[in-house]
């Protein structure tokens, strides 16, 4: 891996980012396709078409599933879904928190009952690692605990501590995995997480932690879970300083087109969420004057784009008369036109985040961007 910064505006970082599955540009939006697939019907080609450098899979998703050890005798997850740029995929920790049923945690790992049949599954750093390793992923996220904004903060402390312990755990079960000669991927990378809630001495603590363990890249969690924007920024503001500077960061969920930005102005260069694909399902669709509700009725007769001059697939020959037509039919193609709009949007916008910054002139786009978004359409 080697990770270089190309530019700088202020704490806005503009890098280049090289994997065994190939380079990314930063600041990059990851896809979201949780189960090896975007939902709303788009494909790998798809993605390739809308410029995606890289997708998000999900470890837990994918164990419960058709199984990890299934895709591995298949060739891993690039050769699964023909994917063959760069995957990240999450450890499953957030999931084990906020999907599954009872659950105990303990110094080893979790025990808790499977989302979908409600068997009993255990997943520690050891497990969440084989999984990944299975998934032969290019970037590998550590196992952690991922507290609620708004625990108390004695619970937050013992719960930072813990996931500390349980990444060394990680880096030891990586470094054996990548060492077998049966691994798909023996150049898998591992990502940590700093934690804390939004207690920022914890997150301070925690962040000097786990950057002294040489780790490939570091994440931001735990945000985007019930605290207001205002703290996220400043979560970010006081924690990011004390991360590597000359590894990637990654800001974990999170988040709207104003989040990005925001972000992207703290020094952060890896992003993922659902909103693009979630939202373009239920018709409500991103463009550069705000996001609209194409089931409103005044398109009806609106024969324009849903953006003028966007060069997604469905701006380029469908007007916005015709996908509302087709979303209250209840017909898939609207609802895979809307989700390609979305994500082509979003990997566009961090084209345009990353031209400023190659131009110097970031805090002027971030300007006219929020501005521009804020006007709405009518």
């Excluded at 032969?136 to 708004?150: G, K, L, Q, V």
Aim: with cysteine; hydrophobic share 35%; net charge negative.
């Amino acid at each position: 891996m080697t990770y270089k910064i190309l530019t700088q505006e202020g704490r806005a970082k503009r890098a280049e980012f090289t994997s065994v599955h190939g380079t990314v540009q930063t600041p990059v939006f990851m896809n979201v396709a949780t189960v090896a697939a975007i939902k709303g019907a788009v494909s790998s080609e798809d993605l390739e078409g809308i410029g995606t450098q890289i997708a998000l899979s999900n470890t837990y998703h994918l164990h419960v599933r058709t199984g990890d050890e299934m895709i591995a005798k298949l060739g891993g997850l690039h050769r699964f879904m023909d994917w063959h740029r760069p995957i990240l995929t999450d450890s499953g920790g957030f999931q084990v928190f906020s999907l599954a049923g009872l659950r105990k945690i303990t110094e080893e790992g979790v025990t808790f009952q499977s989302h979908i049949d409600g068997h009993r599954i255990f997943m520690g750093p050891e497990e969440s690692m084989q999984i990944q390793s299975h998934l032969a992923s290019t970037i590998a996220m550590a196992f952690d605990e991922c507290p609620s904004s708004r625990a108390e903060r004695k619970y937050v402390q013992d719960s930072v501590d813990r996931t500390v312990r349980w990444l060394e755990r990680c880096q030891k079960e990586m470094k054996r995995l990548n060492s077998l000669e049966e691994t798909i991927n023996k150049e898998q990378l591992l990502f940590g997480i700093n934690q804390g809630a939004i207690f920022d001495d914890i997150r301070i603590e925690n962040a000097k932690r786990i950057s002294e363990m040489e780790l490939d890249g570091y994440a931001v969690g735990g945000l985007a879970v019930g605290e207001t924007h205002e703290e996220m920024y400043h979560v970010l503001e006081e924690t990011v300083p004390y991360l590597p500077k000359d590894k990637p960061t990654y800001l974990m969920g999170v988040g709207t087109p104003e989040n990005i930005l925001e972000a992207v102005e703290r020094g952060v260069d890896f992003f993922d969420c659902v909103y693009p694909s979630r939202n373009g399902r239920h018709g409500h669709v991103y463009t550069d004057h705000g996001k609209i509700n194409l089931f409103n009725q005044k398109y009806e007769a609106d024969m324009r784009p849903i953006e003028e001059g966007c060069q997604c697939p469905a701006c380029r020959r469908y007007s916005r008369a015709y996908i509302r037509h087709l979303l209250k039919a209840k017909e898939m193609l609207g609802m895979r036109l809307c989700v390609l709009h979305n994500l082509y949007f979003y990997n566009h916008m961090m084209k345009e985040i990353r031209d400023a910054l190659d131009a110097g002139q970031f805090a002027l786009y971030k300007k006219h961007k929020l501005a521009s978004m804020a006007e709405g359409e009518d």
